[in-house]
């Protein structure tokens, strides 16, 4: 599956001048919400830089993904170890 702009990422914090801290809930993988480009239509919002916390699967656990890179074309993310 892909993201959907009707089950949004949600901000929970701004994180200094630039950055901010990120909240989403669904139900793909962890694997598939980590692929590139997941985020892509969220791409105005985000910024290199910001952190989102995701549930997904199965809701029992949560991981961080960094935003490595932002912009029309492409947003990158890295899970967090």
Do not use: C, H, R
Not at 8 to 23: E, F, H, R, T, V
Request: charged share 15%.
């Amino acid at each position: 599956m892909a993201y959907e702009t009707s089950n949004p990422i949600k901000k929970i914090s701004q994180a200094g001048d630039s950055n901010s801290i990120w909240y989403y809930n669904d139900g793909d993988a962890i694997t598939t919400i980590d692929d590139a480009d997941y985020f892509l239509s969220a791409y105005p919002e985000l910024n290199a830089g910001d952190i989102i916390l995701v549930v997904s699967g199965s809701n029992t656990v949560v991981d961080g993904l960094l935003v490595t890179a932002s912009s029309s074309s492409t947003v990158t993310t890295a899970l967090l170890a």
